[in-house]
């Protein structure tokens, strides 16, 4: 995972730099002037945000809404059996089971999302359904493919034979020690800001790899791995679900943002308030992504090894998050 990001990485900035309509000069000309805000503008947790905020970018630069962005956005990984934390291929749990969790947010603090869901590719449009048809927030594990089902969502089998092996590897000692920045906490979380001036953000992932069944994590759950107030910013979480959980991480994030500070100075206060209820943060990563609402973002994590990807008018680019440590 960690090679494969490197190589992402490269290819991304030589994209960037060589070709795809997107040269040096551009790129670093479109980081300056998101610092000062820009829309519409898209942002998303990790190098698979690069092909994620593609998609996204299409919506947006044909002034449709930032919800409808970041729906289009996060199903690219979500069907993409090569990122092996969201969606399709994603790793199982201990029963070698792929159970999925996601939400969506739009301007009007309308919310929808779906937790412990098995066998449905894209658990973000199911959380959007839910945010839309029905008087619900949540729906979970049985109801939620249930309700999918209903919805004309087709059942598949989302365990891949790559991530089948990896799961069989796993079971012959069976110890379970997430890793940071690779396997386990590579959510993919994505806030845009469009041409209107609204904001939205969706939020998807496999979870962690090897989770006891039944587990959910902060990624369906709105105030903590999504935030959105329209008035003020928008902020998403990646890393350990339980530490983000703990501290309702993107809310916080948000209110943090609403007291004047910067999209990183937000995220980056969260995170130090994260490791101070922290007794060991050695093996944990947390990591938020920001977007307010003049188009200034930022990012921050505990450890170094997060990214995230930025994509506006002036160009798109892979940015290192600052780390505390």
């Known amino acids: 995972m960690r090679d494969r990001r490197k190589f992402i990485k490269l290819s991304a900035l030589g994209a960037t730099f060589l070709g795809a309509g997107f040269h040096f000069e551009k790129a670093f000309a479109g980081s300056l002037g998101a610092a000062k805000g820009q829309k519409p503008i898209v942002i998303s947790t990790w190098d698979h945000g690069i092909p994620a905020n593609e998609a996204a970018w299409k919506v947006l630069s044909n002034k449709g809404s930032a919800l409808d962005a970041v729906e289009a956005g996060v199903r690219v990984p979500e069907a993409d059996p090569e990122v092996r934390t969201v969606g399709y291929g994603g790793f199982p749990d201990r029963e070698g089971k792929v159970t999925l969790d996601a939400c969506i947010m739009d301007k009007d603090s309308n919310c929808g999302a779906v937790a412990f869901l098995q066998h449905i590719k894209h658990p973000i449009s199911v959380a959007r359904k839910v945010m839309e048809d029905t008087p619900h927030v949540m729906l979970v594990g049985d109801g939620a493919l249930k309700f999918a089902l209903e919805k004309g969502f087709q059942k598949e089998n989302l365990l891949t034979p790559a991530s089948e092996k990896d799961w069989k590897n796993w079971l012959k000692e069976s110890k379970y020690k997430p890793v940071i920045n690779i396997e386990n906490h ?52 990646t890393g350990l679900g339980e530490a983000v959980i703990r501290m309702v991480g993107s809310h916080l994030v948000v209110e943090l943002m609403r007291q004047g500070n910067s999209p990183e100075d937000a995220c980056r206060l969260a995170v130090e308030r994260i490791i101070a209820k922290q007794k060991d943060v050695k093996d944990l990563q947390v990591g938020f992504i920001a977007l307010n609402k003049k188009g200034e973002y930022g990012g921050y994590c505990i450890h170094k090894g997060f990214n995230y990807a930025i994509q506006h008018a002036s160009g798109k680019q892979l940015i290192d998050g600052k780390s505390k440590f």
């Open 186 to 237: 590579d959510t993919i979380g994505m806030l845009a800001l469009d041409a209107n001036g609204d904001l939205a953000g969706a939020c998807t992932t496999s979870g962690a790899a090897y989770k006891m069944h039944g587990r959910v994590g902060d990624s369906p759950i709105i105030g903590a791995g999504l935030f959105v107030d329209n008035e003020v910013g928008a902020a998403t979480a």
